[in-house]
Each structure stands twice: as structure tokens, then as C-alpha cells.
């Protein structure tokens, strides 16, 4: 193998321009705006907060229209396509829910909620209204993963056995820091965790077996943890963790070759194929999206599947996050954090 497929995301600027509410306005908003009006056709033309000036202030660095002092104003706004929700885990699933009650499509932000259970409540809200619902999983939107995808469907690695993937990163030891906080969905697992983890689910398909192995903060919360998921003969081995920042890298071996995605698997970045240790083909991304400015991938996802009339993205279901979700949820329980 001498030349990759070409990948076939859509470009950034593509889709209907659709007008963006923002549903708390913290860091992640910060870096989903720029991205939205750095790289593409949306629109954020309305952002809502527990606090009117911190909604003004916000309003008033992005150039957005309006701004709302609570959650359910800004859901009732008639001059909205979707919201975007960016609040900490703890709260994706109320306020999904608060949107969608309001007919709204949502973009939620990773992890779609804190449990399964709480993810396939959403789903089934949305499905009853009749809106769209889609997780803000972007690493699934990127060019790097369309051309896993494809060299999976083509089978050109022949039958998958390994799987292996890793996320962490020296967090805050602040017990009230959100990392830390279990009210507030804290722990590596649904933070960085989830990365590695869609990861395999994109590659291997929800797991008949988890075995996790780790380590509890002194707050309660996972700390750090090995995760074997294992698919018929094929396993999955992940890591994540609040105390080190291990090699950003992610690795799918079959019997005729392999993929190694670098430096950091879950944003724009580069792969390798290889074949008993010799490289066969190289792709880097140069799109010139680099780290959080590629977050916009997922709107413009959502865009095209609702400009479409779907009311689910096909590429990553509803039924896909909660398959992530309860791998993360045994994972925890066999943790005792969950």
C-alpha cells in the first residue's frame, strides 16, 4: 500500500449556515466559538448563562446578538436552529432536556451525559420530539478518522486483535476544582477517558467484556485507570489518567498491518500504515485546523444532518454514545466510583 484514501470530510465552510445558541459560556464555549467563526459558515447569534454579565460579556468577545441571564430564556429564543451545551458533565443531561422540551436540536458536549442512563434519556426525549440530538464528539469528524474508517471497511489490516489508546494529563489537585468534584462528574474517565474509549467503540464495536484496573482520588473520583475491553478475539487496552500525561498515541494492529495515529489521536494529527514494522504510507492533516480550532467539525456535522432532516448524525449515533457511556460505566463500578 503506497497511497491512503483521500478523506472525505466535508470542508469546514460547508453545510447550512445555521444560527448557534451557546448554553453556558465557559472555557470550552470559548474555544467552540472561535472555531465556529474562525473555520466555518455557523452562527452564534445568542449565548445564555446563570449570570447576565458573565452572557454580556461573552456576547460582547464573540460579536454575538443576544444574551440571556438564565438557561430556559435562552432555550425559548425563536431565533435558534440548535443549541450548543457546555456545561460540566453534571448537567449535559438537564439541560438537553431543557432544550429539546423547547424544540430545540442540541449539540451536547462530550461526554452526552454523566451515566448510560442518563445518555439514553436524552435520546429518547429527542426521538419523541422529533429534534435532533448529536454528542460533540469531533476526534469522529476529523480527516485522520475517515480514513481509519475506510481502511477498516476495506479491510486492509485484515482481522483486528489490538486495539491501544491513552489520554492523561497532570490535573488539578484542588479537591474543589471540577476535575475532582464527583457531583460534578469529575474523574479521568468521562473527561479524558472517553477519548480513548470512542476510540476503540469506533474501531471494535461495544465490548463483550470490561475489565478495568485503577486508582480512586482522595476525593472519590477515578484517578487513573487500565482498561482491557475485549471483542470476540480482539481487545481493546486503554489508559487514562489525572497524574501523568502518557504517549498521545493510538494504535490498531491486525494480521496484515497496522495504524499508528500521532502525536495526539483525538485532534487534528498524522497516521502511519505499516506492515511487520516497515512503513507502507504517511498522511498528515493539513487542513490547518490545529487542536480545539477543529471543535467546529462537529457543528458543521450537525448542520449537514439537520439540514438534511435527520434527526441523528449517522457517523455517531445516539446509540453510539451510550455504548461509550456504559463501557464507562462498568468501567467505574468495577473502579467503585461509579
Not at 23 to 28: F, M, S
Not at 163 to 183: E, H, K, L
Not at 187 to 192: N, P, V
Request: glycine content about 10%; charged content about 20%; overall charge negative.
Amino acid at each position: 500500500m503506497s497511497h491512503l484514501p483521500s478523506p472525505r470530510t466535508p470542508d469546514p465552510r460547508s453545510g447550512p449556515a445555521l444560527r448557534w445558541g451557546i448554553l453556558a459560556p465557559g472555557a470550552i464555549a470559548r474555544d467552540f466559538v472561535t472555531s465556529l467563526r474562525t473555520h466555518t459558515a455557523q452562527l452564534p447569534v445568542a449565548v445564555g448563562s446563570r449570570s447576565l454579565e458573565r452572557a454580556r460579556s461573552f456576547a460582547a468577545e464573540f460579536g454575538i446578538e443576544r444574551a440571556y441571564g438564565s438557561y430556559e430564556e435562552l432555550v425559548q429564543d425563536d431565533g435558534l436552529d440548535v443549541v450548543y451545551i457546555a456545561a460540566p458533565h453534571s448537567e449535559h443531561a438537564r439541560l438537553a432536556l431543557l432544550a429539546i422540551g423547547a424544540g430545540k436540536n442540541v449539540l451536547v458536549e462530550k461526554p452526552l451525559a454523566t451515566t448510560a442512563t442518563e445518555a439514553a434519556a436524552i435520546a429518547s426525549a429527542a426521538r419523541e420530539a422529533g429534534v435532533f440530538a448529536m454528542e460533540a464528539m469531533w476526534t469522529r469528524y476529523l480527516p485522520q478518522t475517515d480514513i481509519v474508517r475506510q481502511l477498516l471497511q476495506g479491510g486492509d489490516l485484515g482481522d483486528i486483535r489490538i486495539v491501544t489508546a491513552s489520554f492523561g494529563g497532570t490535573a488539578s489537585t484542588d479537591p474543589a476544582d471540577r476535575i475532582n468534584d464527583p457531583a460534578l462528574g469529575g474523574g479521568a474517565l468521562l473527561d479524558l477517558g472517553v477519548y480513548p474509549v470512542s476510540f476503540a467503540h469506533l474501531v471494535l464495536g461495544a465490548p463483550e467484556r470490561v475489565t478495568a484496573r485503577g486508582y480512586a482520588t482522595a476525593t472519590g473520583v477515578d484517578g487513573q485507570s487500565a482498561l482491557v475491553l475485549e471483542s470476540g478475539s480482539a481487545q481493546a487496552l486503554l489508559h487514562t489518567t489525572l497524574f501523568a500525561a502518557p504517549p498521545a498515541t493510538a494504535v490498531i494492529a491486525g494480521g496484515t498491518g497496522t495504524i499508528t495515529v500521532h502525536p495526539r489521536f483525538w485532534e487534528p494529527a498524522e497516521l502511519t500504515v505499516a506492515r511487520h514494522g516497515h512503513e507502507l504510507a504517511h498522511w498528515k492533516d493539513e487542513s490547518g485546523l490545529i487542536g480545539r480550532g477543529a471543535l467546529g467539525r462537529s457543528a458543521v456535522a450537525a448542520a449537514i444532518a439537520i439540514g438534511e432532516g435527520r434527526t441523528e448524525e449517522p457517523l455517531h449515533t445516539l446509540d453510539d454514545a451510550i455504548a461509550v457511556l456504559g463501557t464507562i460505566d462498568e468501567a467505574r463500578r468495577q473502579l467503585g466510583t461509579f
